[in-house]
């Protein structure tokens, strides 16, 4: 990372307009993939779950992700589960999307799913999980920003600080160490189950597809 800290809210505004997935590319087994091309992927495709998590997408999002159904699909789950979220997003207007989300992360007093590192880990909000990992953002250069009240442990925000982790490793080394932390650490041990429930969620419909495609990525980044 940068010498100078960063705060953990500085990707949220640019997380739609960055989008770095190409629906014209493949994502793996492609022996003729550079490096940056996969740094470009993985980063694009952690600030594309970020968008569709930490807020309801508009028009323009899922215009753009409607883009996907024409990947070209191998037989990786993966291009699987990126083509069906662009056939939803083709599908389902912003309003419709914008009521599932509300159903599915706010509701009346609290939504279906909780998407806290900390509730999946320990069945608990605030708990020794989130002051763990706020630890390990200090040390890797990130800080808080003071208008910002929600939960660092956040599906979204970790997605965030892994595309800036991701934009901020040399081509050369495809894994930082930093990135490795946060994912071992902080997001594989509870992300798989908060994405299979989201694909099974009973008030979802667009969403499930985000589960769909966030449960086959999460099985891309553990190889």
Not at 18 to 32: I, K, S, Y
Not at 88 to 113: M, N, T
Not at 119 to 136: C, V
Request: net charge negative.
């Amino acid at each position: 990372m940068t010498a100078q800290a960063q705060q953990v809210s500085e990707a949220t505004a640019s997380s739609q307009a960055g989008l770095a997935v190409d629906a014209n590319q493949t994502w793996n087994d492609d022996p003729g993939l550079k490096l940056n091309d996969n740094h470009a992927y993985r980063s694009g495709a952690y600030r594309m779950l970020a968008a569709m998590l930490r807020s309801s997408p508009d028009e323009t999002l899922l215009d753009h992700l409607s883009g996907l159904s024409e990947i070209e699909i191998n037989n990786s789950d993966l291009t699987v589960a990126m083509s069906m979220l662009g056939l939803a997003a083709r599908r389902c207007d912003s309003q419709a999307v914008d009521h599932e989300y509300h159903a599915l992360f706010i509701g009346l007093g609290r939504g279906e799913l909780i998407p806290y590192g900390s509730w999946y880990m320990t069945g608990f909000l605030m708990e020794k999980p989130l002051g763990e990992l706020r630890d390990d953002l200090v040390e890797m250069g990130f800080e808080r920003a003071d208008d910002v009240y929600e939960p660092e442990d956040h599906i979204a925000a970790l997605c965030e600080v892994m595309s800036m982790l991701i934009d901020e490793t040399p081509a050369s080394d495809d894994f930082s160490k930093q990135q490795s932390r946060l994912f071992e650490r902080h997001i594989a041990p509870w992300a798989d189950r908060f994405f299979q429930d989201l694909s099974e969620s009973e008030s979802a419909v667009f969403y499930r597809s985000v589960g769909r495609f966030g449960a086959a990525f999460m099985e891309f980044e553990r190889r």
